[in-house]
């Protein structure tokens, strides 16, 4: 039975409990007075226990605060007043036994569980005696009598409890899965929720990727052309000078555009498509060294591995920025990039003869460049430090973790 069916049923019953008395109670008083052969007398004496009986049902339990079964002294006083009052009328008539059954009801408001036993017994007994007539004659009768309270008081007494053990379960379910209706209610919202937040980290995770994408090909890019086109003009005199510094303007143009087309496209930078991580530095390095007539020696040390590409990307666009850097700010005569493959990490270095600058307590560093070197590095689960000071040169490091490629690792 679903539990929407279990309260219906528990407001049926709840209903019969609270009007069986006046319903038993209007029966009986409608076949009484229908009854002939009594005088108006008698008429009007029965009506005025009818409606002292009506009363005290009325005022001692009908107006009783919910929940009733708490105020037990009040409910055992109003059943003694019933099976009292429901005597009387009993007397008076017979037909008023039935108004004497709603104590079956009724008793099931006494506390503790045997007092309500013993309240069964009790209208069993008196509707039996009074209804019957009392004594009997034969040994045979109180047998009869005697059996019929025995079998009334257990039926319908450990009954009532059974039906009053079941709706504690049945709430006991209800409470359950109001519980559990209200744990999926919070878990469908904090599922929302964290949707919510994977769209927004999403968002600013793209943000971030093309933030770092654009600087580190567009706005090199395009610092590369001012440079260019800043050397033509001081290279007007001299033809040969003027013509390459604006052949390298054209050409990093043309480069800066595919690069962001790519970095759009979420793919590869073009450097590594068909090539491993060494020899895209050492493209990267002879570009950087003729663009910018600075000496740039590349080494690599150790057993190169075949990195997963986001690693080389990452080690690449590192070193492309810290080239950057160098030449834009250093002012260095010579630079080194050292690639090395150590077992499970990889490290890259640059360092710069130039001006340096005054490096954070921790070697941190700050500027948008640096800022976006160590957010590549960390998605990676590497490290970056800078190692500078003024006057002294520069040293940019980064150490990854040595993350093989899938399909070799498998080799």
Known sequence: MSPSAASAWERWGERLESWSPYLTLAIAALLSLAQPGQSWATHLVTSLWVALAAAWVFVMYTRAPEPRREHRLRMRIYFV???????????????????????FFHASLLR???????????TSVLIN????????????????????????TLTIGFG?????????VSEQRRQVVARLEAA????????????????????????QRMAREIHDTLAQGLT?????????EQARDRPQDWQRHLDNAARLARASLAEAR??????????????????????VAQQWSKLNNIPLEVTVVGEVLPLHPEIEVALLRTAQEALANVAKHAQASRAGLTLSYMGDVVTLDVRDDGVGFEATGDGRGSG???????????RVAGTLTVESEPGGGTAISARIPAIILQQEAMK
């Open 184 to 207: 999926l209610e919070e878990n469908a919202q904090l599922h929302a929720q964290l949707l919510a937040h994977a769209r927004e980290a999403g968002v600013y995770d793209e943000r």
């Open 368 to 378: 948008f460049g640096l800022i976006a070197m160590r957010q590549r590095v960390s």
């Open 112 to 122: 503790p569980w045997p007092l309500m036993v013993l309240g069964v017994g009790a």
């Open 160 to 168: 009532v409890v059974l039906a009053e053990k079941l709706a504690e």
């Open 224 to 232: 590369g052309i001012v440079t260019q086109l800043e050397a033509v």
């Open 81 to 103: 007043g019933l099976l009292a009052l429901a005597t009387v009328l009993t007397l008076r008539h017979p037909i008023f036994f039935v108004f004497m059954i709603s104590g």
């Open 129 to 152: 005696t009074v209804f019957t007539g009392f004594p009997w004659p034969t040994i045979e009768l109180w047998s009869i009598y005697g059996a019929i309270i025995v079998i009334q």
């Open 262 to 283: 790519r970095s759009v496209e979420g793919s590869r930078p073009e450097s590594l498509e068909g090539a491993r991580l060494p020899e895209a530095l050492a493209e």
